[in-house]
Structures are given as structure tokens and as C-alpha cells.
């Protein structure tokens, strides 16, 4: 039964009570219960009071069990009556647009089938069109393999071409080495030996202006312009030095080439310790630091 007004008088609890008696009458109540049509101010109560958090199943059941079903009878009618609400114009819109996609069920049907005729014949457009691209693409991709193909070859060429000059210029160069190494040879195990001693404004005239005319004179052949530098280290290693914390002043790279070219140890005086500096950073955690102070005799 819908109450289509809010009465007050018949919301009383004594009511309610009577209205449970007997139990199976109030139970076919409830199954029997209009779901679809519940008047707006109910809902509105109801809402009210599904608001509370004890209001649910669980809540109630700690009360009693038969207030617990009822509870969540009262929950789920609500959430069926407010899904219907929303679903039943949408129902009634689907039946009349059913109604009336029947009344025009012949013309759809002629049109369905002129449809179906005009998809018939651009798939088959679509077939042809996919078979053309296929065989388009095939050959693009053949195209570009052969392309890749032109491009390596051309590569290869274009290095082998290269490597000929190259190979050439070693033989030549080898050639050279064979006549100028003991020279070159002769500059650097001199500058290794007996360099370290001087100041840079003795080293460059010494092996500049002294041992060069010598070996010159002795008619030991070597590198026109050689630098003993340039024979003790490379370019690459140097810059390894500077990073592991060695000036890049001259004399500083000499005295590096010589620590590394010597098969023993070589005595370092440094009192600005920039040595001991470029030692600890290329030597790192291996180094082990021994001071004579510290000795026990």
C-alpha cells in the first residue's frame, strides 16, 4: 500500500506492531510490497534514517535478527525503487521506439538490404584495394632492401678505400719507425735518466740543443722535431693524469712520463706536494703512506 500523504498519527510504533500481527500475513505484506511506486515523502523518511550508521544488516543484528532483515529489506527496496525510478522512463522511451521501429519494419528492411548491398561491394573494393597496397608494399620493401643493400656495399667500399690509404701510410710509417727508432729510443731513455734533476729552464736546451746535434752528428737517424714527450706517453694518457689530479703545467707531464717509463722506483722531491697528490689520486686505495718519523728502529 502507498500512502500518498505523510499521517503522522499512523507513523506510531503501536501501529507498526499491529501491523506485523500475524507474522506470515506481514511477511506476504512484504513480498507482495509495490517496489515501483513508493511516494516521495516515504523515501525521504527512509533516507533519513539509512543515513545512520547503525542503520545496515550488520548493525541491527546485535539488536535482533528479524530487525536486521527488515532493515535490510527496507535498504534494498529503496535502492531498487530509486535504480527503477531512473530506469523506467528509459523503459517506456524503449518501448515506443521498439513500437515504432516495428511500424517501419518493411522500410527498414529495404533499406537494411541496399545497406547491405553497398557494404557487399566496397568490401569487395576494400579486397582489391589491400591486394594492391600488399603488392605495393612489397615491392617498397624490396626496394628499400635493395637500398640497404646498394648503401652497405657502398659503405664498404667507400672503407676499404679508406683503409687502403691507411694501410699504406702505416707501411710507410713503419717503415720510418724501423730507421728512426733507436734514435728516438736513444732521446727518450736519456731524457728518463738523466732529465729529473734540472729545472725546465735546463731541460728543452739540453735534449733540444745538446743531445739532438749529438745523435745528429753520430748519424743515428730519428723523428725530425721528435719530443722525448711524445714518446714517453700519449695525449690520452696525459689527460688521464690531469684527472687523477696532476698539473698541466710542462714539467709536471715530464716528470709523470718518467715515473711511469721507469722500470724502478724513482725518488721524488716534492716540496709542494703536488706529486704525493697525483700519486694518491692514480694509485688510489692501493697506496700505502710510510713516514720515517714514524719508523721504529
Not at 174 to 192: C, H, R
Not at 200 to 214: A, C, N, Q, V
Request: no cysteine; charged share 30%.
Amino acid at each position: 500500500m502507498v500512502l500518498k500523504e505523510k499521517n503522522k498519527k499512523k507513523l506510531v510504533w503501536g501501529n507498526q506492531q499491529k501491523m506485523m500481527n500475524p507474522p506470515q500475513a506481514f511477511l506476504e505484506t512484504l513480498q507482495g510490497y509495490n517496489k515501483e511506486e513508493i511516494a516521495e515523502w516515504q523515501k525521504n523518511e527512509v533516507k533519513e534514517l539509512l543515513k545512520k550508521p547503525h542503520f545496515t544488516k550488520e548493525g541491527m543484528l546485535s539488536k535482533s535478527v528479524a530487525a536486521a532483515n527488515i532493515a535490510n529489506w527496507v535498504i534494498n527496496v529503496i535502492r531498487y525503487n530509486d535504480i527503477y525510478v531512473n530506469v523506467k522512463p528509459l523503459q517506456e522511451e524503449a518501448e515506443r521506439a521498439e513500437k515504432e521501429a516495428n511500424e517501419k519494419g518493411e522500410e527498414l528492411k529495404i533499406v537494411q538490404d541496399r545497406v547491405a548491398e553497398i557494404v557487399a561491394k566496397v568490401n569487395a573494393l576494400k579486397e582489391q584495394l589491400a591486394a594492391a597496397e600488399a603488392k605495393k608494399q612489397e615491392v617498397v620493401d624490396k626496394a628499400e632492401a635493395l637500398q640497404q643493400s646498394l648503401d652497405l656495399a657502398n659503405r664498404l667500399v667507400n672503407g676499404l678505400a679508406d683503409e687502403n690509404v691507411r694501410w699504406r701510410k702505416n707501411v710507410e710509417t713503419s717503415k720510418q719507425d724501423k730507421l728512426t727508432m733507436i734514435g728516438n729510443s736513444l732521446i727518450a731513455a736519456a731524457f728518463v735518466s738523466y732529465i729529473g734533476p734540472f729545472s725546465s729552464s735546463f731541460r728543452t736546451p739540453l735534449w733540444k740543443d745538446t743531445w739532438i746535434p749529438d745523435i745528429a752528428e753520430l748519424k743515428i737517424p730519428f723523428t725530425d722535431g721528435i719530443d722525448p714527450l711524445d714518446i714517453l706517453s700519449s695525449p690520452a694518457e696525459q689527460a688521464v693524469w690531469a684527472t687523477e689530479g696532476l698539473p698541466a703545467d710542462r714539467v709536471s707531464t715530464e716528470n709523470a712520463a718518467v715515473v711511469v717509463s721507469t722500470s724502478r722506483y724513482p725518488l721524488l722531491i716534492d716540496p709542494q706536494l703536488q706529486g704525493i697528490k697525483w700519486i694518491k689520486g692514480k694509485e688510489g686505495g692501493e697506496m700505502v703512506n710510510i713516514q720515517l718519523t714514524a719508523a721504529r728502529w
